[in-house]
């Protein structure tokens, strides 16, 4: 039985395959990898292993990966191999969320010590979530995907159904929506989960090299092609690739397209022979492809094959419910991630917050949720002109925005939002129906609300 999952990560081979071997022969699951992506292909939120990197390494260094892997889930372990001269820069990279580091030359009893140690954080880390989840509070998907409106509530239930299958999904939503993270919560609830997520953005795809970027090719397919090269399609295999933006795919390429998620071969370019492709399709698109279609930009004959199934992912206009919540967890996320003490997010702002609109969706209130968290103050909002607004009209929105600003505030508890406004109970209650409040949208768990 294997002690734990393991990625090692260098791009020099003879300590890669040493290190793999002698980890390998202490009963550990062991994948060496040469580069940085390769790892990041395999990172997921449910990963159940941790990650060994050398901090020096061409292209995207130990560092950078690490802070990656914390973007998708800063509660996976990340040990540091470094070099004699890069002892300050790893103590520098432990304040930063490194679990550990080991100098080289190592011993490798030492290095299984702290593995292990790794390892055990890392299953009571997934562990204490399966247990949330049990006594009904946030499971992944809550947390990845944070509302308690209808449709945010209604994307979950459709992801749990349809993650561990092997449909193909085509993610529709506007732009900053996520349709990245609703992408690979399907990969990460599919059997698929251990093997490559593979992330394509058609739009940054180079039209000249296209079709060896995905397909890949052999030696002497082109001039300079001088080794032969896996396409991004074969490093995916037994694993999921995500086509971002597949409507900026060039109309030529759709065609080649077709014919690989009908019959899951491909063809390098130079090679004589098709080769099977064990992989899960997944695209997205920020507009309706059936307009596409009606344009003539886009193949239905494509459009037909990758939408199996069809999830869409709500716009912050769509679900103003939970925007106040979910700044609130941007703005954790934030302190957390530059290192602040967490700053509390006044009612005031949060009623100003609801009331913005956000045409960048999460991405939008995800970069405002960094400027307060780094104590840069909210850029004024364009707002309507007093004229244009009844008196009426006005006093009734700041009321039922201040209501629903100190209930997020204070987590849907009844009694410190009365005491706060200066309300009677009977009287918050007749304000919360005559506005239709739910406070079950701002509680994270049963509360009791006796005074």
Same mark, same amino acid.
């Not at 998708?72 to 679990?99: F, K, N, S, Y």
């Not at 492809?289 to 769509?318: K, Q």
């Given at each position: 039985?294997?002690?734990?999952?393991?990625?090692?990560?260098?791009?020099?081979?003879?300590?890669?395959?040493?290190?793999?071997?002698?980890?390998?022969?202490?009963?550990?699951?062991?994948?060496?990898?040469?580069?940085?992506?390769?790892?990041?292909?395999?990172?997921?939120?449910?990963?159940?292993?941790?990650?060994?990197?050398?901090?020096?390494?061409?292209?995207?260094?130990?560092?950078?990966?690490?802070?990656?892997?914390?973007?998708?889930?800063?509660?996976?372990?990340?040990?540091?191999?470094?070099?004699?001269?890069?002892?300050?820069?790893?103590?520098?990279?432990?304040?930063?969320?490194?679990?550990?580091?080991?100098?080289?030359?190592?011993?490798?009893?030492?290095?299984?010590?702290?593995?292990?140690?790794?390892?055990?954080?890392?299953?009571?880390?997934?562990?204490?979530?399966?247990?949330?989840?049990?006594?009904?509070?946030?499971?992944?998907?809550?947390?990845?995907?944070?509302?308690?409106?209808?449709?945010?509530?209604?994307?979950?239930?459709?992801?749990?159904?349809?993650?561990?299958?092997?449909?193909?999904?085509?993610?529709?939503?506007?732009?900053?929506?996520?349709?990245?993270?609703?992408?690979?919560?399907?990969?990460?609830?599919?059997?698929?989960?251990?093997?490559?997520?593979?992330?394509?953005?058609?739009?940054?795809?180079?039209?000249?090299?296209?079709?060896?970027?995905?397909?890949?090719?052999?030696?002497?397919?082109?001039?300079?092609?001088?080794?032969?090269?896996?396409?991004?399609?074969?490093?995916?295999?037994?694993?999921?690739?995500?086509?971002?933006?597949?409507?900026?795919?060039?109309?030529?390429?759709?065609?080649?397209?077709?014919?690989?998620?009908?019959?899951?071969?491909?063809?390098?370019?130079?090679?004589?022979?098709?080769?099977?492709?064990?992989? =899960?399709?997944?695209?997205?698109?920020?507009?309706?492809?059936?307009?596409?279609?009606?344009?003539?930009?886009? =193949?239905?004959?494509?459009?037909?094959?990758?939408?199996?199934?069809?999830?869409?992912?709500?716009?912050?206009?769509?679900?103003?419910?939970?925007?106040?919540?979910?700044?609130?967890?941007?703005?954790?996320?934030?302190?957390?991630?530059?290192?602040?003490?967490?700053?509390?997010?006044?009612?005031?702002?949060?009623?100003?917050?609801?009331?913005?609109?956000?045409?960048?969706?999460?991405?939008?209130?995800?970069?405002?949720?960094?400027?307060?968290?780094?104590?840069?103050?909210?850029?004024?909002?364009?707002?309507?002109?007093?004229?244009?607004?009844?008196?009426?009209?006005?006093?009734?929105?700041?009321?039922?925005?201040?209501?629903?600003?100190?209930?997020?505030?204070?987590?849907?508890?009844?009694?410190?939002?009365?005491?706060?406004?200066?309300?009677? =109970?009977?009287?918050?209650?007749?304000?919360?129906?005559?506005?239709?409040?739910?406070?079950?949208?701002?509680?994270?768990?049963?509360?009791?609300?006796?005074?």
């Amino acid at each position: 039985m294997s002690r734990g999952r393991i990625l090692l990560v260098d791009d020099e081979e003879d300590m890669r395959l040493s290190t793999a071997q002698a980890l390998d022969l202490d009963g550990f699951e062991i994948e060496a990898l040469p580069d940085a992506q390769s790892a990041l292909d395999r990172v997921g939120f449910g990963f159940d292993g941790i990650v060994i990197t050398d901090i020096r390494m061409p292209g995207m260094d130990g560092l950078t990966l690490m802070n990656r892997i914390r973007e998708i889930d800063a509660e996976i372990p990340v040990i540091l191999l470094t070099g004699h001269g890069d002892i300050q820069l790893a103590v520098r990279a432990m304040r930063e969320g490194a679990h550990d580091f080991i100098e080289k030359p190592f011993d490798t009893g030492q290095l299984s010590k702290i593995v292990d140690r790794a390892l055990e954080y890392r299953r009571v880390v997934l562990e204490n979530r399966v247990l949330r989840a049990a006594a009904g509070q946030a499971d992944d998907l809550e947390l990845r995907l944070v509302g308690r409106s209808n449709v945010m509530v209604d994307l979950r239930r459709r992801l749990r159904t349809i993650g561990p299958t092997e449909a193909d999904v085509l993610i529709v939503g506007e732009t900053g929506t996520g349709k990245e993270v609703v992408a690979r919560a399907l990969h990460d609830l599919s059997p698929r989960a251990r093997k490559p997520f593979i992330a394509i953005d058609c739009a940054a795809l180079p039209a000249a090299l296209i079709e060896s970027e995905l397909f890949g090719h052999e030696a002497g397919a082109f001039p300079g092609a001088l080794r032969a090269r896996y396409g991004k399609f074969e490093h995916a295999r037994g694993g999921t690739i995500l086509l971002d933006e597949i409507g900026s795919m060039p109309w030529e390429m759709q065609g080649k397209l077709l014919r690989v998620v009908q019959d899951r071969v491909i063809s390098p370019l130079g090679a004589n022979e098709n080769r099977a492709l064990d992989v =899960r399709f997944i695209a997205t698109s920020r507009r309706p492809l059936e307009d596409e279609v009606a344009a003539g930009r886009f =193949r239905a004959d494509l459009l037909y094959r990758l939408n199996v199934v069809t999830l869409n992912v709500p716009p912050l206009s769509a679900r103003r419910e939970d925007v106040q919540l979910l700044f609130i967890k941007l703005v954790q996320e934030a302190a957390a991630r530059h290192r602040r003490v967490p700053v509390p997010v006044p009612p005031q702002l949060l009623a100003e917050i609801a009331e913005r609109d956000w045409p960048g969706n999460v991405r939008e209130l995800r970069n405002a949720a960094d400027r307060h968290a780094l104590g840069i103050a909210l850029q004024p909002a364009e707002k309507p002109a007093p004229e244009q607004m009844r008196l009426a009209h006005r006093v009734a929105a700041f009321e039922r925005d201040l209501i629903v600003a100190t209930l997020a505030a204070h987590r849907g508890r009844l009694k410190p939002v009365y005491e706060t406004l200066g309300l009677s =109970r009977k009287s918050l209650y007749e304000k919360m129906q005559k506005y239709r409040i739910d406070k079950t949208h701002y509680v994270d768990a049963a509360e009791d609300d006796s005074p």
